[in-house]
């Protein structure tokens, strides 16, 4: 669920091309910021797969010439990645998407939404360790 | 495909077909139009075997062979389209430029570097073997800065590093296949209707990954399917860490490309 802006928070801020030629900077930042909160390799990895399906999920619906933008946020070792650009659709992926179960298997809490300025936003949260799915069955 | 592409006799040839193109193509008679697109698609046809040709240079570097053919094919198409007899140029001298910087600027547009530096080459090497060691020794794998200590070098270095090792840089990702006898979990694992029950595109998703090579459908499964993570997926399997995120990586491309574009499929 979106959280109201949390003032406490470091935010990173990145504009682009909503092009798949420029994904590589978002996955790169998100990278890095999670490397700063001393993630585990595998969930930096997986943050860098949750940030280009996001990417591809919201450039698929932007019209031509429209820009992503990406913000991250920290609070502790939380660290949640707004990506959003403007739908042509007006709706948000359905959660029985496949794109939907891969994000949700990736990162601990996934939620999408259309904001005021009518673009399609997909949020992305993360902790660090990954506890979320230890008590399921493998 | 059998029809030859080299010889003297079959230049001869296809220059003959290449000039008698242009004629047709300038000509107002719409008879001529209608056979100049057949003879067109004659040309590409016959050039096939160029591109094929031309793509063995990239293979390896995670861009299934498919989509090379056809972004390569497209640069035949241009080259085809704009290639002007008069000048006394051979076509396959002309053409292969086109060609290979069509296939080049796919690998550029998906964020693929087309080299990686021997400097990186081996930062990945000894990445790939720190990862191994100190996940054995903590029981998780480890932070950027566990490994930067661990190495001896700075945390952007290690970052840069794991960058260059995900699926976007250029790697061979042959050899180290599963060894045939040791028979885990993981090996029983076909498509499980009952995960998939609940994704409504499981009709076009079903097919594709039916098409991924065994070892990545397994993967995709393991991870999406059964939320095992990238290191349990990885003791799992015997393969690194590194190595299942380049292969997770490399298997969403393909998925998300037949997903949209069902001609793709």
């Known amino acids: 669920m979106p959280q109201s802006t949390d003032p406490a928070a470091t935010r990173v801020q990145l504009r682009l091309p909503a092009s798949t030629a420029y994904v590589s ?18 969930r930096i990895d997986d943050l860098r797969l949750a940030v280009d399906e996001a990417c591809a999920l919201v450039i698929a ?36 998407s496949f794109a939907w179960t891969v994000l949700s298997a990736l990162v601990d809490d996934v939620d999408a939404l259309i904001s005021t300025e009518d673009r399609l936003v997909i949020v992305l949260s993360m902790h660090g360790f990954e506890v979320a799915h230890l008590d399921e069955p493998a | 495909m059998s029809v030859p592409t080299t010889g003297v006799r079959d230049r001869a040839f296809e220059r003959e077909l290449l000039v008698h193109l242009a004629q047709l193509r300038s000509s107002d008679d719409p008879g001529e139009r209608r056979e100049a697109e057949r003879l067109r698609a004659d ?21 299934p062979h498919d989509d090379l053919v056809q972004v390569g ?37 998906r964020g ?12 990945r090497g000894a990445l790939t073997k720190a990862n191994e060691t100190l996940s054995h020794d903590l029981g998780r794998a480890p932070t ?8 001896d070098i700075t945390e952007d270095e290690v970052l840069e ?97 037949g997903l949209t574009d069902p001609d793709h499929a």
């Not at chain 1, 820009?67 to 990506?83: M, N, Y």
């Not at chain 2, 290639?83 to 060609?99: K, L, M, N, Q, W």
């Not at chain 2, 693929?112 to 930062?123: D, G, K, S, T, Y």
């Not at chain 2, 995120?245 to 491309?253: E, W």
């Open chain 2, 144 to 151: 950027v800065a566990e490994l930067a200590r661990k190495l």
């Open chain 1, 61 to 96: 619906d932007a019209p031509p010439d429209s820009v992503i933008e990406c913000e991250f946020s920290v609070t502790g070792d939380a660290l949640r990645a707004e990506i959003s650009s403007p739908s042509r659709s007006g709706g948000t992926p359905s959660h029985n």
């Open chain 2, 73 to 109: 094919t497209i640069g035949l198409i241009n080259a085809i389209d704009r290639f002007d007899p008069d000048r006394g140029v051979e076509f396959s001298t002309y053409a292969t430029p086109t060609i290979v910087g069509e296939i080049k600027r796919h690998f550029r547009d």
């Open chain 2, 43 to 63: 040309l590409i046809r016959l050039h096939l075997p160029l591109v094929e040709h031309l793509v063995r240079r990239f293979l390896d570097r995670g861009e």
């Open chain 2, 161 to 257: 590093g794991l960058e260059s090792a995900s699926a976007y840089a250029t790697v061979s990702l042959d050899g180290g296949f599963d060894d045939p006898d040791s028979a885990s979990v993981a090996d029983t694992l076909g498509i499980d209707d009952e995960a998939l029950a609940l994704v409504e595109d499981r009709a076009t998703l079903r097919p594709l990954l039916e098409a991924l090579p065994e070892r990545e459908r397994r993967i995709v499964m393991l991870r999406f399917f059964n939320n095992l993570t990238q290191s349990q997926i990885a003791e799992e399997m015997g393969i690194s860490q590194m190595h299942v995120s380049r292969l997770l990586a490399r298997s969403l491309v393909k998925l998300r490309h």
């Open chain 1, 25 to 42: 900077l978002a996955r790169t930042a998100a990278a890095a910021i999670a490397a700063r909160l001393d993630y585990p390799v595998d």
């Open chain 2, 112 to 123: 693929w570097a087309v080299r990686v530096p021997r400097r990186l080459q081996e930062l």
